[in-house]
Protein backbone atom coordinates (compact mmCIF):
# COMPACT_ATOMS: atom_id res chain seq x y z
CA UNK A 1 0.00 0.00 0.00
CA UNK A 2 3.31 2.24 0.70
CA UNK A 3 2.82 3.32 -3.34
CA UNK A 4 -0.66 4.87 -2.63
CA UNK A 5 1.28 6.89 0.05
CA UNK A 6 4.28 7.48 -1.89
CA UNK A 7 2.33 8.75 -5.10
CA UNK A 8 0.11 11.45 -3.13
CA UNK A 9 3.17 12.68 -1.56
CA UNK A 10 4.66 13.50 -5.28
CA UNK A 11 1.36 15.15 -6.35
CA UNK A 12 1.51 17.15 -3.16
CA UNK A 13 4.99 18.00 -3.84
CA UNK A 14 4.17 18.94 -7.07
CA UNK A 15 1.24 20.65 -6.39
CA UNK A 16 1.81 22.12 -3.05
CA UNK A 17 0.03 25.63 -3.49
CA UNK A 18 -3.70 23.36 -4.62
CA UNK A 19 -3.27 21.35 -1.32
CA UNK A 20 -2.82 24.49 0.54
CA UNK A 21 -5.78 25.82 -0.58
CA UNK A 22 -7.74 22.70 -0.14
CA UNK A 23 -6.59 21.88 3.86
CA UNK A 24 -6.21 25.76 4.97
CA UNK A 25 -9.33 27.14 3.10
CA UNK A 26 -6.90 30.20 2.09
CA UNK A 27 -4.57 31.64 -0.50
CA UNK A 28 -1.08 31.00 0.43
CA UNK A 29 1.74 33.24 -0.69
CA UNK A 30 5.01 31.62 -1.29
CA UNK A 31 5.70 28.33 -1.00
CA UNK A 32 9.09 25.77 0.37
CA UNK A 33 9.08 22.77 0.33
CA UNK A 34 10.69 20.93 3.22
CA UNK A 35 13.07 18.29 3.41
CA UNK A 36 10.88 15.07 4.92
CA UNK A 37 13.05 13.56 6.92
CA UNK A 38 13.23 14.38 10.99
CA UNK A 39 16.27 14.31 12.87
CA UNK A 40 16.06 12.18 16.06
CA UNK A 41 16.17 8.70 14.73
CA UNK A 42 15.20 8.76 11.02
CA UNK A 43 11.43 8.98 10.72
CA UNK A 44 9.98 10.33 7.32
CA UNK A 45 6.99 12.28 6.91
CA UNK A 46 4.90 11.85 3.73
CA UNK A 47 4.29 15.79 2.69
CA UNK A 48 6.06 18.70 4.60
CA UNK A 49 4.64 21.77 2.95
CA UNK A 50 5.98 25.09 4.75
CA UNK A 51 3.90 28.58 3.95
CA UNK A 52 6.31 31.14 4.27
CA UNK A 53 3.31 33.47 4.16
CA UNK A 54 1.67 32.45 7.24
CA UNK A 55 4.60 31.71 9.32
CA UNK A 56 3.07 27.67 9.27
CA UNK A 57 3.92 24.52 8.46
CA UNK A 58 1.53 22.19 6.66
CA UNK A 59 1.97 18.63 7.57
CA UNK A 60 0.06 16.33 5.33
CA UNK A 61 0.54 12.81 6.33
CA UNK A 62 -1.06 10.26 3.74
CA UNK A 63 -3.07 6.70 4.87
CA UNK A 64 -3.61 3.54 2.99
CA UNK A 65 -4.01 1.62 6.30
CA UNK A 66 -5.01 2.48 9.42
CA UNK A 67 -2.43 0.10 11.38
CA UNK A 68 0.94 1.28 11.90
CA UNK A 69 3.62 1.16 14.47
CA UNK A 70 3.84 3.60 16.56
CA UNK A 71 0.12 4.23 15.79
CA UNK A 72 -0.56 7.18 13.85
CA UNK A 73 -1.63 9.87 16.77
CA UNK A 74 1.48 9.23 18.37
CA UNK A 75 3.19 9.83 15.00
CA UNK A 76 1.10 12.64 14.83
CA UNK A 77 2.85 14.13 18.16
CA UNK A 78 5.92 12.51 16.97
CA UNK A 79 6.59 14.70 13.72
CA UNK A 80 4.61 17.90 15.15
CA UNK A 81 7.27 18.05 17.84
CA UNK A 82 10.20 17.32 15.54
CA UNK A 83 8.71 20.00 13.42
CA UNK A 84 8.29 22.56 16.01
CA UNK A 85 11.72 22.00 17.57
CA UNK A 86 13.82 21.98 14.04
CA UNK A 87 11.70 25.30 12.35
CA UNK A 88 10.26 26.94 15.86
CA UNK A 89 6.47 27.39 13.63
CA UNK A 90 3.37 26.72 14.47
CA UNK A 91 2.37 23.39 12.46
CA UNK A 92 -0.87 22.52 11.11
CA UNK A 93 -1.45 18.54 10.46
CA UNK A 94 -3.75 16.58 8.30
CA UNK A 95 -3.96 13.24 7.78
CA UNK A 96 -5.99 11.86 5.01
CA UNK A 97 -6.97 8.58 4.49
CA UNK A 98 -7.47 7.24 1.01
CA UNK A 99 -9.24 4.11 1.15
CA UNK A 100 -12.86 3.66 3.48
CA UNK A 101 -12.59 1.96 6.25
CA UNK A 102 -14.97 1.92 9.25
CA UNK A 103 -11.80 1.96 11.55
CA UNK A 104 -11.88 4.22 14.59
CA UNK A 105 -8.08 5.51 13.94
CA UNK A 106 -9.59 7.14 10.33
CA UNK A 107 -11.93 9.11 12.79
CA UNK A 108 -9.60 9.76 15.51
CA UNK A 109 -8.11 13.44 15.67
CA UNK A 110 -6.33 13.46 19.23
CA UNK A 111 -3.57 11.84 20.91
CA UNK A 112 -4.32 11.66 24.60
CA UNK A 113 -1.68 10.50 27.74
CA UNK A 114 -2.11 11.06 31.45
CA UNK A 115 0.26 14.22 31.05
CA UNK A 116 -0.83 15.30 26.78
CA UNK A 117 -3.22 16.22 24.30
CA UNK A 118 -2.31 16.88 20.76
CA UNK A 119 -4.99 17.31 18.22
CA UNK A 120 -4.96 17.33 14.21
CA UNK A 121 -7.26 16.78 11.43
CA UNK A 122 -8.30 13.49 9.92
CA UNK A 123 -9.68 13.93 6.76
CA UNK A 124 -11.07 10.80 4.81
CA UNK A 125 -11.58 10.64 1.01
CA UNK A 126 -14.97 9.13 1.06
CA UNK A 127 -16.83 12.07 2.62
CA UNK A 128 -15.02 14.62 0.48
CA UNK A 129 -16.96 16.29 -2.23
CA UNK A 130 -16.12 15.35 -5.48
CA UNK A 131 -16.61 18.82 -7.27
CA UNK A 132 -13.61 19.83 -5.66
CA UNK A 133 -11.41 17.36 -7.08
CA UNK A 134 -12.80 16.96 -10.75
CA UNK A 135 -12.70 20.94 -11.20
CA UNK A 136 -8.95 21.02 -10.08
CA UNK A 137 -6.28 19.37 -12.73
CA UNK A 138 -4.11 19.26 -9.67
CA UNK A 139 -6.26 17.29 -7.34
CA UNK A 140 -8.15 15.22 -10.51
CA UNK A 141 -5.92 12.07 -9.15
CA UNK A 142 -7.86 11.78 -6.39
CA UNK A 143 -11.30 12.51 -7.45
CA UNK A 144 -12.27 9.06 -8.02
CA UNK A 145 -11.85 8.11 -4.22
CA UNK A 146 -14.26 10.91 -3.07
CA UNK A 147 -17.98 10.93 -2.24
CA UNK A 148 -20.43 9.84 -4.40
CA UNK A 149 -23.07 7.40 -4.97
CA UNK A 150 -22.36 6.16 -8.70
CA UNK A 151 -18.33 5.34 -8.65
CA UNK A 152 -17.74 4.18 -12.12
CA UNK A 153 -19.71 7.51 -13.16
CA UNK A 154 -17.56 9.49 -11.24
CA UNK A 155 -14.42 7.46 -12.42
CA UNK A 156 -15.84 8.78 -16.16
CA UNK A 157 -16.07 11.73 -15.53
CA UNK A 158 -12.48 11.92 -14.22
CA UNK A 159 -11.28 10.30 -17.46
CA UNK A 160 -13.56 13.44 -19.79
CA UNK A 161 -11.94 15.82 -17.58
CA UNK A 162 -8.49 14.52 -17.60
CA UNK A 163 -9.26 14.00 -21.57
CA UNK A 164 -9.54 18.31 -21.80
CA UNK A 165 -6.42 18.96 -20.14
CA UNK A 166 -4.48 20.70 -23.16
CA UNK A 167 -0.64 19.96 -22.39
CA UNK A 168 0.11 16.43 -23.31
CA UNK A 169 2.57 15.82 -20.51
CA UNK A 170 0.15 17.00 -17.88
CA UNK A 171 -2.49 14.94 -19.66
CA UNK A 172 -0.08 11.71 -19.82
CA UNK A 173 0.68 12.22 -15.87
CA UNK A 174 -2.58 13.09 -14.66
CA UNK A 175 -4.06 10.01 -15.96
CA UNK A 176 -0.69 7.95 -14.49
CA UNK A 177 -1.74 9.18 -11.61
CA UNK A 178 -5.44 8.54 -11.54
CA UNK A 179 -5.26 5.11 -12.58
CA UNK A 180 -2.89 4.35 -10.02
CA UNK A 181 -5.16 5.68 -6.78
CA UNK A 182 -8.13 4.44 -8.78
CA UNK A 183 -6.62 1.04 -7.64
CA UNK A 184 -8.02 1.46 -4.50
CA UNK A 185 -11.87 1.54 -5.05
CA UNK A 186 -11.76 -0.09 -8.99
CA UNK A 187 -11.12 -3.57 -10.51
CA UNK A 188 -8.10 -2.96 -13.17
CA UNK A 189 -9.91 -3.80 -15.99
CA UNK A 190 -12.69 -1.10 -15.25
CA UNK A 191 -9.70 1.34 -14.48
CA UNK A 192 -8.11 0.55 -17.99
CA UNK A 193 -11.09 0.47 -19.78
CA UNK A 194 -12.28 3.85 -18.75
CA UNK A 195 -9.13 5.84 -18.63
CA UNK A 196 -7.47 4.28 -21.84
CA UNK A 197 -6.72 7.76 -24.88
CA UNK A 198 -8.76 6.46 -27.14
CA UNK A 199 -12.12 6.12 -25.08
CA UNK A 200 -11.50 9.53 -22.85
CA UNK A 201 -11.07 11.15 -26.27
CA UNK A 202 -14.66 9.71 -27.70
CA UNK A 203 -16.43 10.44 -24.61
CA UNK A 204 -15.26 14.21 -24.12
CA UNK A 205 -16.49 14.11 -28.16
CA UNK A 206 -19.72 12.91 -27.32
CA UNK A 207 -20.24 15.48 -24.34
CA UNK A 208 -19.06 18.52 -26.88
CA UNK A 209 -21.85 17.24 -29.57
CA UNK A 210 -24.38 16.82 -27.18
CA UNK A 211 -23.53 20.95 -26.36
CA UNK A 212 -22.88 21.89 -30.00
CA UNK A 213 -25.95 20.28 -30.72
CA UNK A 214 -28.12 21.90 -28.24
CA UNK A 215 -26.11 25.17 -29.40
CA UNK A 216 -27.76 25.08 -32.34
CA UNK A 217 -31.19 24.18 -31.21
CA UNK A 218 -31.13 27.53 -29.38
CA UNK A 219 -30.34 29.46 -32.62
CA UNK A 220 -33.21 27.84 -33.97
CA UNK A 221 -35.10 29.82 -30.61
CA UNK A 222 -37.27 26.58 -30.17
CA UNK A 223 -37.17 23.99 -27.09
CA UNK A 224 -38.28 21.18 -30.10
CA UNK A 225 -35.11 22.55 -32.36
CA UNK A 226 -33.04 22.19 -29.36
CA UNK A 227 -33.47 18.89 -28.47
CA UNK A 228 -33.69 17.99 -32.15
CA UNK A 229 -30.47 19.54 -32.27
CA UNK A 230 -28.84 17.53 -29.96
CA UNK A 231 -30.49 14.07 -30.57
CA UNK A 232 -29.47 14.04 -34.27
CA UNK A 233 -25.72 15.19 -33.76
CA UNK A 234 -25.71 12.63 -30.65
CA UNK A 235 -27.22 9.86 -33.34
CA UNK A 236 -24.84 10.10 -36.07
CA UNK A 237 -21.82 10.44 -33.31
CA UNK A 238 -23.00 6.81 -32.10
CA UNK A 239 -23.69 5.41 -35.19
CA UNK A 240 -20.28 6.52 -36.22
CA UNK A 241 -18.47 5.10 -32.88
CA UNK A 242 -20.57 1.92 -32.88
CA UNK A 243 -19.06 1.04 -36.37
CA UNK A 244 -15.83 1.97 -35.67
CA UNK A 245 -15.57 -0.48 -32.35
CA UNK A 246 -17.70 -3.43 -33.91
CA UNK A 247 -17.32 -3.30 -37.51
CA UNK A 248 -20.77 -2.47 -39.46
CA UNK A 249 -23.86 -2.71 -37.33
CA UNK A 250 -27.02 -3.97 -38.19
CA UNK A 251 -29.44 -1.30 -39.15
CA UNK A 252 -32.14 -2.50 -36.48
CA UNK A 253 -30.08 -1.27 -34.05
CA UNK A 254 -29.37 1.97 -35.30
CA UNK A 255 -33.20 2.69 -36.05
CA UNK A 256 -33.80 1.80 -32.42
CA UNK A 257 -30.79 4.43 -31.43
CA UNK A 258 -32.52 7.39 -33.86
CA UNK A 259 -36.04 6.87 -31.20
CA UNK A 260 -33.92 7.44 -28.15
CA UNK A 261 -35.07 10.60 -26.40
CA UNK A 262 -32.23 12.85 -25.04
CA UNK A 263 -32.06 11.48 -22.16
CA UNK A 264 -31.60 8.17 -23.25
CA UNK A 265 -28.87 8.91 -25.49
CA UNK A 266 -26.80 10.70 -22.67
CA UNK A 267 -27.47 7.51 -20.79
CA UNK A 268 -26.64 5.38 -23.28
CA UNK A 269 -23.14 8.20 -24.15
CA UNK A 270 -22.10 7.02 -20.52
CA UNK A 271 -22.64 3.46 -21.10
CA UNK A 272 -21.17 3.06 -24.39
CA UNK A 273 -17.71 3.32 -23.13
CA UNK A 274 -18.45 -0.18 -20.55
CA UNK A 275 -19.34 -1.73 -23.65
CA UNK A 276 -17.41 -4.86 -25.04
CA UNK A 277 -19.64 -6.25 -27.74
CA UNK A 278 -22.49 -5.48 -29.87
CA UNK A 279 -24.69 -7.82 -27.73
CA UNK A 280 -24.00 -5.29 -24.73
CA UNK A 281 -25.95 -2.52 -26.46
CA UNK A 282 -28.98 -4.72 -27.60
CA UNK A 283 -29.06 -5.74 -23.46
CA UNK A 284 -28.76 -2.02 -22.99
CA UNK A 285 -31.88 -1.23 -25.58
CA UNK A 286 -33.95 -4.14 -24.57
CA UNK A 287 -34.00 -2.66 -20.87
CA UNK A 288 -35.31 0.51 -22.19
CA UNK A 289 -39.65 0.34 -21.96
CA UNK A 290 -40.10 2.31 -25.01
CA UNK A 291 -37.97 0.34 -27.97
Request: with cysteine.
Amino acid sequence: MAEYDNLCKIIAEKYPRDFSRWLLNQEPGEIEILKSELSIEPIRADSVIFIKIDNRILHIEFQTITNSEPSIPFRMLDYSVRLIRRYELPVTQVVIFLQETNNEIAFTEQYINETTTHNYRSLRMWEQNSNLFLNNDALLPLASLSRTNSPQALLSQVAQNIARISDRNTRQDTAAYTEILAGLRFEKNVIRQLLSEDIMQESVIYQDILQKGERQGEQRGRQEGRQEGRQEEAVRFLSRQLNKRFGEVDSSIIERIQVLSTEQLEALGEEFIDFTQVSDLVDWLNQQGNI
